[in-house]
C-alpha cells in the first residue's frame, strides 16, 4: 500500500532558525516524491519535486530510500514561510497523487 | 488562463439538502480530481477522472457522485448533505502522462467551504 505519514500536524520556529518538516513514505518501488504548500488565502501549489533536485525558495528535499523519507529543510526560515505543507506520492504509473496529513509551518518573528 | 476555478467558494446547507460543486480548467488537462480538506486529516481523494466520461473512486468517495460529461469540467455532487460533509473542497487537474515526473504537476482550485447544519 501507498502511504504518506507526515508526523508533525504542527511546528512552530523562530525566525532564522532551520525548519525541517518531516515525510515518510511507504512504497514498494521507486516512488516520485512533491512537496506542496499553502500559503494563507491561496490555493494549493508545488513547491518542488524530488526529481529536479531543485531548490525553490531556499527550501530542499532530499530522497533517503534507505529511510524512506523525504524531508523537506531550509537552513534560515523566513515569517514568509508559514503556510501549509503537503508532501505527496506519485507511484509508478499511478494516475493520483497520495497525500500526507499536511504539517502546519509557523514562523514567529 | 484562468487555470482551475471553482464554483461556489462558500455554501452553507441543511442536513438532507443537495448541491452539486463545478469545477472547470482551462488547460487542456485530462486528468482531474476532487479533494476534501480537513484538519488533522490532510488533503483525501474524493473521486477523480482519468478523462471525459470517465471516473473512479478515491479514498473516501461515499456520500458523493460526480460526472465529467465535459473535459473542461468536473461535478461533484451531494445527494444528501450530512454533517460529517462539512469541510474545504478542493479540485485539481494534469496531464495524462503522470510517468513524467519531471513536469507532472497538479493544478489546484481556490476550494470551496462547504458548511453543513
Known amino acids: 500500500a501507498q502511504r504518506v505519514t507526515q508526523p508533525e500536524k504542527l511546528l512552530s520556529v523562530f525566525k532564522g532558525a532551520p525548519v525541517e518538516l518531516k515525510c515518510n513514505y511507504s512504497?514498494?518501488?521507486?516512488?516520485?516524491l512533491f512537496w506542496y504548500v499553502q500559503y494563507s488565502r491561496q490555493r494549493l501549489q508545488l513547491l518542488l519535486r524530488?526529481?529536479s533536485r531543485e531548490s525553490i525558495k531556499g527550501f530542499t528535499a532530499d530522497l533517503n530510500k534507505g529511510e524512506t523519507s523525504f524531508h523537506l529543510k531550509k537552513p534560515f526560515a523566513q515569517e514568509e514561510d508559514s503556510a501549509m505543507y503537503y508532501c505527496?506520492?506519485?507511484?509508478?504509473?499511478?494516475?493520483?497523487?497520495?497525500f500526507g496529513q499536511g504539517t502546519r509551518l509557523t514562523i514567529n518573528p | 488562463n484562468a487555470g482551475v476555478t471553482q464554483t461556489p467558494k462558500f455554501r452553507v446547507l441543511k442536513t438532507g439538502q443537495s448541491m452539486t460543486l463545478l469545477c472547470a480548467q482551462d488547460?487542456?488537462?485530462?486528468?482531474m480530481y476532487w479533494y476534501r480538506q480537513d484538519p488533522g486529516m490532510g488533503l483525501r481523494l474524493i473521486h477523480y477522472?482519468?478523462?471525459?466520461?470517465?471516473?473512479a473512486k478515491g479514498e473516501v468517495p461515499d456520500g458523493y457522485n460526480v460526472s465529467r460529461l465535459k473535459k473542461q469540467n468536473f461535478l461533484l455532487g451531494l445527494e444528501s448533505a450530512a454533517p460529517s460533509q462539512t469541510s474545504v473542497y478542493f479540485c485539481?487537474?494534469?496531464?495524462?502522462?503522470?510517468?513524467?515526473?519531471?513536469?507532472?504537476?497538479?493544478?489546484f482550485g481556490p476550494g470551496t467551504r462547504l458548511t453543513v447544519t
Open positions: 485539481a487537474s494534469s496531464h495524462d502522462f503522470p510517468e513524467l515526473a519531471g513536469v507532472y504537476e497538479q493544478y
Open positions: 512504497y514498494s518501488g521507486s516512488p516520485e
Open positions: 524530488h526529481i
Open positions: 505527496a506520492l506519485l507511484g509508478k504509473g499511478a494516475q493520483k497523487l497520495v
Open positions: 488547460m487542456n488537462h485530462e486528468y
Open positions: 477522472s482519468v478523462g471525459e466520461g470517465t471516473t
